[in-house]
């Protein structure tokens, strides 16, 4: 499914700034599994995320999707591959078009777009459905500017977006991070729905501990650009967010904050 051979991309290389962001970094996800990733802040999480989007090309390593290097596909020719959900409530949907609107355009994802965005009524019938199973009522606002909705609703909508096509790869990049409690446990609940009855391929990004722990059948922990820690489902279902501090207080040099990891 997705298979990430020794990649490596470093910003600002050969200068004083220079950033080695990932570092010879392997890992392989087979056909449904929903891996975590935790971390602490400049660990590579969100750069892996961008690496296999396309959004920053690798230095030197192969990233493979269905067994078809990628390496060298610009973003908007890997969305047919690929759907992902941004910690910024704002970033995955268009805020001036109606909520069917986006959804037309998230169904076009990786197709040749025209300059219209027509619709039928079997069409806007689909939409009602899928949008009834976010419980939140927006099958009643197809015509409501996505702007008007709330962090929460535009977030649950994203969500409903990215898995719309059956992507090959779902991508989360914290993205309960910006919510309050209440809309972020509504969000990560409509996660595990939408991951578990779509079969999707999924790599999530979180600094929330129990929430890398209740999700997914796999975890990983990075460090300055590594996986320096891999927990397989039978571990994983062992592991407690103690646990998991323990493993990082291993790991040499590194100095963490409990409580920004569990933010």
């Known amino acids: 499914m997705l298979k990430i051979d ?53 230095d030197s390593g192969v990233i493979e999707i269905d067994g078809k290097k990628v390496n060298r596909l610009k973003e908007f020719q890997r969305a047919k591959y690929i759907g992902r959900v941004f910690q910024d409530p704002m970033a995955g949907t268009a805020p001036n078009l109606t909520i069917e609107q ?51 609703q535009r977030q649950a909508l994203s969500l409903l977006m990215s898995g719309f096509t059956h992507p090959r790869i779902l991508l989360l990049d914290e993205h309960t991070a910006a ?28 600094h929330n501990m129990e929430q890398a722990l209740r999700l997914g059948n796999r975890l990983i922990m990075m460090h300055e650009g590594r996986i320096v820690f891999q927990a397989s489902a039978e571990q994983k279902r062992e592991l407690t967010v103690p646990r998991l501090l323990e493993e990082f207080s291993k790991i040499k040099g590194a100095s963490f904050d409990d409580r920004a990891l569990l933010t």
Do not use: C, H, W
């Not at 619709?119 to 927006?138: M, V």
């Open 6 to 58: 020794r990649i490596s991309k470093t910003f600002f290389a050969g200068t004083v700034n220079e950033r080695r962001a990932l570092v010879e970094l392997d890992l392989d996800l087979s056909e449904g599994d929903f891996v975590t990733v935790i971390g602490s802040n400049g660990a590579g999480k969100s750069t892996l995320l961008n690496a296999i989007a396309g959004r920053y090309f690798v």
């Open 102 to 152: 986006n959804l037309a355009l998230a169904l076009r994802r990786g197709q040749r777009r025209g300059l219209g965005l027509a619709l039928g009524s079997a069409q806007r019938e689909r939409f009602r459905t899928e949008l009834e199973s976010l419980e939140l009522g927006l099958e009643k606002r197809l015509p409501a500017k996505v702007g008007l909705l709330s962090g929460g």
């Open 179 to 206: 919510l309050d409690p209440q809309r972020a446990a509504l969000v990560t609940d409509l996660t595990e729905r939408i991951v578990q009855q779509g079969g999707l391929t999924t790599l999530m990004v979180t």
